[in-house]
């Protein structure tokens, strides 16, 4: 059974991508990430000499800013911020640059569904484009029960507004990383089958949301290819610049 979407998709289709990094010039670190008709972009300055209030000196510290499109920010944008902290200080090297801050502006351009994966795959790529030591990127997606109980991937603002249940999965984007080969198993298992981060909102079964992990991962891949092709396509660019 095949759900029916508006701009004729299918149910594991993503929205066509579009990313660039080094956009601002001020700041240490910038990137845009678009998916469809949702752009978000990320901002990295730092890091700066000293932790925020209740944060651990012997550490580097991660700021989140949340810019929405318009108005004040709300209870869902703080919701965001705290989401979006814990899940880039779990992939950072904190140990490096003890005592510092670093702080990720993110500014909302439009939102047309899978805004807060788009903003965490944004500040991915603006925190390597500012040369802040990381453990592996990872990258986001959503994944929507519908009422029928089919699954889809990335959906629109209208797509979400219509769902039963939603869940915001963050995955390791792939097996290569600066730390040592041990380190890219937890108890055995390769980093690239964990997850970093999942956030569900509505009701969903126990079945329903390992099919969304499930989906999610798959859909990891696509994004991670994606992100690399990027990176590398950038990289390439600004050595032919110099």
């Not at 959503?142 to 959906?155: E, F, K, Q, T």
């Not at 509505?202 to 079945?207: E, L, T």
Request: hydrophobic content about 35%; aromatic content about 4%; charged content about 20%.
């Amino acid at each position: 059974m095949e759900v029916d979407r508006e701009d004729g998709r299918s149910q594991n289709q993503l929205r066509p991508l579009a990313c660039s990094s080094n956009i601002l010039h001020r700041a240490h670190g910038s990137a845009s990430w678009s998916q469809g008709d949702t752009k978000v972009l990320a901002a990295v300055y730092g890091p700066k000499a000293g932790t925020k209030k209740n944060e651990n000196p012997e550490k580097a510290c991660i700021e989140v800013i949340w810019k929405p499109k318009t108005g004040q920010i709300g209870k869902l944008e703080k919701e965001y911020e705290m989401i979006l902290k814990r899940t880039l200080q779990s992939i950072c090297i904190l140990t490096v640059n003890p005592n510092t801050t670093t702080s990720v502006i993110i500014q909302v351009v439009n939102d047309d569904g899978a805004l807060l994966p788009s903003a965490i795959n944004a500040a991915c790529m603006a925190l390597v484009d500012a040369g802040i030591p990381m453990r592996h990127l990872a990258v986001s997606i959503c994944c929507c029960v519908a009422r029928s109980g089919l699954v889809i991937l990335d959906p629109t603002k209208l797509e979400e507004q219509n769902m039963k249940a939603f869940a915001y999965l963050v995955f390791p984007n792939s097996v290569h990383s600066v730390l040592p080969e041990g380190s890219l198993s937890v108890q055995g298992e390769p980093i690239e089958n964990g997850i970093i981060t999942s956030v569900t909102h509505g009701v969903m079964s126990v079945d329903d949301y390992f099919y969304c992990l499930e989906q999610g991962r798959a859909a990891s891949t696509k994004l991670s290819d994606f992100l690399r092709r990027n990176l590398q396509q950038q990289s390439t660019d600004s050595s032919k610049a110099g």
